[in-house]
């Protein structure tokens, strides 16, 4: 058995605080490439001037002046804790939700959670608290990878539990509902986070998850990534374009998830990030 | 005369706004919004319906004026404002034709509207047009002044008053019913690569 490695929990406040301080200014280079990409591509010129502007509010949010958007999201964070890592001086929770609240203070980033979802909807002023996925894994490490996710775009993914029978047409078919309807409420070009398989709720956190890799970086398994390829294609036929004012690039990317499910079931679940992609890594 | 041709065929405008005004403006038509607009979204939306039902004086007159779906990041110091693009707009579909009747003119957010709206926009001459939706950024350069006139606890919610300066924005849905997004997204599809329910029959 290896040593237990200490972490002082406020080095995962740290982490925290620095990734929503940089990502709401810093688009990741993948997604400025994947814009770029997407800006050679555009056939229709709107879409290219689009593109334009979406490259310029990159540029200009990278000054460090303005927020890329002014949703600066809700706050998900990915944490996978080494199995040999023991945290120390604080706790878990409270460490990611201090690390949320002073870097969302500091860079002058946008509150925009409220406490309860029905009743009086108060704003807890500091966009806390972070939604938090904890994995335990092999290892002595800590790593942490922060979305600042909008809720416009969030508010346009789906779930549906289809039947077995339905297969994979039915699931591409729901796909293509899902950005069909989603429209230019998503603030297209963005990523299409496919989850297929598991049960009710980890399908969705699959279609989570399939938003965090590279943006284009295709599925190891080859019928998977086939399967991207095919609905990327499908998503652009669609013709909404930038900002659904008409064009060839809906969508930048199509990732997609896949694990082991229920004899009856065909769970699918569809999470749209929109342009405003704000993710980073740290590792302890 | 609110609606300024320009010579590269946009169309600046500067509220208050007549009918007559809103009837110029058309589906797809580039604007730049100039002067006064209302800042408010959901919560604000929420409260000005409540003061209405219970017969109190709201915010601002809404008659002629222009309201934007829009809660902007704090400001950082020396600046007027934060990060500023639009929000969906259908998701104040619900409280839009109560503010159309009192005389609202224009709306900013991104996204498509309902049909309720569609057809209060025409009964009531109003438009709504889109700004660049994740343009945070961009639209806070052009934007010269504001002040939290209501709503302070809402925090970002509140409803304020921008001054803002060539703010551009597509018209979306204009006073005759049309929309934007059917109209520019239907050359585009292309039914050979989709299934049978996502063709449109728009391309030979
Ligand atoms: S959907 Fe994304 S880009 Fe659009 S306003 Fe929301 S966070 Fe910004």
Redesign the pocket.
């Known amino acids: 058995m290896g040593q237990v490695r200490e972490v002082d929990a406020a080095e995962i406040t740290r982490a925290v605080r620095e990734l929503c301080m940089e990502i709401n200014y810093k688009v990741p280079e993948d997604m400025v490439a994947a814009i770029k990409r997407a800006r050679e591509k555009e056939e229709s010129p709107i879409g290219r001037q689009i593109l334009d502007l979406l490259i310029r509010n990159q540029e200009l949010a990278a000054e460090g002046e303005y927020p890329y ?1 002014q ?1 600066t ?1 809700y706050t998900v964070v990915f944490i996978d804790v080494g199995q040999d890592v023991h945290i120390v001086g604080g706790d878990l929770t409270d460490a990611i939700n201090e690390g949320v609240r002073s870097g969302y203070r500091d860079a002058y980033l946008r509150a925009s959670i409220v406490a309860d979802p029905v009743f009086e909807r108060r704003n807890t002023g500091d966009n806390t608290p972070a939604f938090i996925h904890t994995r335990i894994v092999p290892g002595d490490q800590i790593r942490i990878q922060v979305d600042a996710k ?4 969030e508010n346009k993914g789906r779930h549906a539990m289809l039947k077995p029978s339905d297969g994979l047409e039915g699931v591409k078919r729901f796909v293509l509902r899902t950005v069909e309807e989603a429209g230019p409420d ?2 297209p070009p963005g990523i299409i986070g496919v989850g297929i398989g598991g049960n009710f709720e980890y399908v969705a956190i699959l279609a989570k998850r399939a938003l965090m890799r590279k943006v284009g970086q295709p599925h190891p398994d080859p019928r998977v990534a086939e399967l991207e390829a095919e609905l990327f294609e499908k998503c652009n036929a669609l013709g909404i374009g930038p900002q659904s004012l008409g064009g060839t690039q809906t969508v930048l990317a199509v990732h997609v998830e896949t694990m082991a499910t229920h004899i009856a079931s065909l769970p699918v679940a569809v999470n749209i990030e ?3 992609h704000r993710t980073g890594t740290r590792v302890i | 005369m609110s609606v300024e041709l320009l010579p590269d065929g946009r169309k600046r405008i500067r509220a208050p706004l007549s009918d007559e005004d809103v009837r110029q403006l058309r589906v797809g038509d580039v604007v730049l919004v100039s002067g006064i607009v209302y800042a408010a979204r959901d919560a604000a939306h929420k409260r000005i319906i409540e003061l209405l039902d219970a017969g109190e004086p709201i915010p601002f007159d809404p008659a002629g004026q222009i309201v934007y779906y829009v809660g902007p990041t704090p400001e950082r110091p020396g600046h007027v404002i934060g990060s500023a ?1 639009p ?1 969906t707009a259908s998701r104040m579909d619900r409280y839009t034709p109560r503010l159309l009747e009192l005389g609202l003119k224009g709306l900013i957010g ?1 996204g498509g509207r309902g049909p309720t709206v569609r057809e209060a926009l025409k009964r009531h001459t109003a438009v709504y047009m889109a700004a660049l ?2 343009g ?1 950024a961009l639209a806070a350069l052009q934007i010269r002044g504001q002040r939290v006139i209501a709503f302070e606890d809402l925090g970002p919610e509140a409803v304020r008053e921008l001054e803002v300066e060539d703010l551009p924005v597509w018209v979306v849905n204009d006073c005759e019913g049309r929309d934007f997004y059917e109209q520019a997204v239907a050359p585009w599809r292309r039914d050979e690569l989709l299934p049978e329910e996502f063709r449109l029959g728009t391309r030979p």
Do not use: L
């Open positions: 958007c949703d999201g909008g809720g416009g775009s998503a603030c929109c342009h405003a | 693009g929000t991104k939706g994740g945070g």
